[in-house]
């Protein structure tokens, strides 16, 4: 049974973070396992309030529980049990062969955040019925942008968020920290965003953080996004009724099976998340879509393209308490 635990916490650790930052930690209590948020890889300039890291913890929830249930186990989910010394999500696992969608779970090894130009070509709509699907989560929605009359204003959004973000030193030095330039540090790590993963070559440290310091301009990285954006299929929007640490979980798993069931049918996702983070910006978001109480905490762009070499992760040993 505990081979069988680390095998399922193996596909936990797959999901996706901010920069890749992996900020979790699991341990295993009888049939339990357990995963902690770690704080000591959060990101206080991008992310202040933590959400993102929670949305992480919610994807890492995602797949924990398709690797259950794909090994004939069903999993008992409690956010935050208060009979526990420190916060975390319980996970009780019992053999139970239980229905799931194969494809999700074929999905975990090969989903990524491919970063590069897409073809522009229009998803069909019965795949975008599917991802919508997939997407159901209490109180979150799923919302799909695919109309260029839709997709024109929140381009803004991103670009005025981007701006702000790259004009803030301490923004541009927090992303510096997460970039492995060179492949021995990536290696070394087995956190962070590689630089091949961003279509990138591998260069020596000192002079990836000289060019991303003298070059990654506030206005150049705003047209930089609008470009990706609109070579793009569409954008994905996913919006939290509540803005507290359960709808950021599950803002993270209805993420994470979106993102598995369009990886299953060749679609590829990135994210354009600026808006959702700087709350200036969220702001006039929520306003421009006529939301009152809802909070746009995770936006995306999709579409078709040639995979990107993958980012690592760190071995089960090393995030196992």
């Not at 920069?19 to 339990?32: D, L, R, Y």
């Amino acid at each position: 049974m505990e081979n069988r635990f680390k095998e399922i916490i193996h596909y936990t650790t797959l999901a996706p973070s901010g920069h890749n930052t992996q900020p979790w930690k699991f341990s295993v209590k009888n049939n339990s396992i357990l995963i902690y948020p770690d704080y000591s890889r959060r990101l206080p300039v991008v992310d202040p309030d933590d959400h993102a890291l929670f949305i992480s913890l919610g994807c890492a929830l995602e797949n924990l529980i398709i690797a259950a249930s794909h090994m004939g186990y069903s999993a008992k989910v409690e956010c935050f049990p208060q009979n526990e010394e420190k916060d975390c999500i319980r996970i009780t696992i019992n053999k139970e062969n239980i229905e799931f969608d194969p494809d999700l779970f074929d999905a975990i090894t090969s989903r990524q955040a491919t970063r590069s130009k897409y073809d522009g070509r229009p998803i069909p709509a019965e795949d975008l019925e599917k991802l919508k699907q997939v997407s159901h989560q209490d109180k979150v929605s799923f919302v799909l942008f695919t109309e260029e009359k839709e997709i024109d204003p929140i381009i803004e959004f991103v670009k005025d968020a981007n701006i702000l973000q790259f004009r803030n030193k301490s923004f541009v030095n927090e992303l510096i920290k997460w970039i492995r330039f060179s492949k021995k540090d990536a290696l070394t790590s087995r956190d962070g965003l590689n630089s091949a993963s961003m279509g990138l070559p591998f260069i020596p440290k000192w002079l990836g953080k000289f060019i991303l310091a003298t070059f990654a301009t506030p206005y150049g990285e705003a047209r930089k996004c609008e470009k990706l954006i609109r070579g793009s299929s569409g954008l994905a929007l996913f919006i939290a009724e509540s803005n507290d640490k359960q709808s950021w979980i599950n803002t993270g798993r209805s993420f994470e099976r979106v993102v598995l069931k369009a990886t299953s049918l060749n679609i590829k996702h990135a994210h354009m998340n600026m808006p959702c983070e700087e709350i200036e910006i969220r702001t006039k978001l929520q306003k421009h879509l006529g939301l009152k109480d809802e909070h746009p905490l995770l936006l995306l762009r999709i579409g078709y393209s040639n995979p990107k070499p993958k980012s690592y992760r760190r071995p089960v040993e090393e995030v196992l308490v």
